[in-house]
């Protein structure tokens, strides 16, 4: 069975770029799209963006500016990268499989998730 | 920008059927999905593509979808379902959104 682990910082300081990487297991990561989703504490859910394994991407328009997403298929692993961050961006970060249904894609496996918090 | 509209909070006792809408305008041309969020951890999927239900999703989830609102179902709803539950979909852009999310209690 697939499972996704992100990993990175859980502390990064404002205006600095906040990395993180998910790992895929139980599978391959090829012939997939793979998003990234994050939430703030107490909050809801906020789709970041996702990329193909091949490298293609597609980021939200509210967060394109600051966001870059990449894969390495021979590390089974894709990464996100948020540049410029304030403590508007602390919260907990997903990683999940976005699949095609036969009519529309949506996301099916997820990570536990990873907090990170910005602060000095 | 474009949103999807749930309400805040749904409460019903064990037993009953829980009803959380969804309303957007791009929902007649786009599925909604829906996902249960429990204290946490992870979301779920648990239905996708407007009414299908993932395996190892009990039946008494069900979806339906008229014009600019969907509506999950929970049919005899069970201690256990208490979450939070979120509406997602695309805009006609391609973008992907959630709804604010719906705290379902039961007791």
């Known amino acids: 069975q697939m499972q996704l682990q992100e990993s990175g910082p859980g502390l990064v300081k404002p205006s600095e770029t906040l990395s993180l990487t998910c790992t895929v297991s139980?599978?391959?990561?090829?012939?997939?799209?793979w998003s990234w989703v994050r939430q703030p504490a107490g909050k809801g859910l906020e789709w970041i963006g996702r990329?193909?394994?091949?490298?293609?991407?597609t980021y939200n328009s509210s967060l394109k500016s600051r966001v870059t997403m990449s894969v390495d298929t021979s590390k089974e692993q894709f990464s996100l990268k948020l540049n410029s961050v304030t403590a508007a961006d602390t919260a907990v970060y997903y990683c999940?499989?976005?699949?095609?249904?036969?009519?529309?894609?949506?996301?099916?496996?997820w990570g536990q998730g990873t907090t990170v918090t910005v602060s000095s | 920008s474009y949103e999807l509209t749930q309400p805040p909070s749904v409460s019903v006792s064990p037993g009953q059927t829980a009803r959380i809408t969804c309303s957007g305008d791009?929902?007649?041309?786009?599925?909604p999905y829906w996902y249960q969020q429990q204290s946490g951890q992870a979301p779920v999927l648990v239905i996708y593509?407007?009414?299908r239900r993932p395996s190892g999703i009990p039946e008494r989830f069900s979806g339906s979808r008229s014009g600019t609102m969907a509506t999950l179902t929970i049919s005899g709803a069970q201690v256990e379902d208490e979450a939070v539950y979120y509406c997602?979909?695309?805009?006609?852009?391609?973008?992907?959104?959630f709804g604010g999310g719906t705290k379902l209690t039961v007791l």
């Open positions: 999940a499989r976005d699949v095609w249904f036969g009519s529309e894609y949506g996301l099916d496996v």
């Open positions: 139980g599978g391959s990561i090829r012939g997939y799209y």
């Open positions: 990329i193909y394994y091949s490298g293609s991407t």
């Open positions: 791009a929902l007649p041309s786009k599925y």
């Open positions: 593509e407007e009414f």
């Open positions: 997602y979909s695309t805009d006609i852009s391609g973008n992907r959104v």
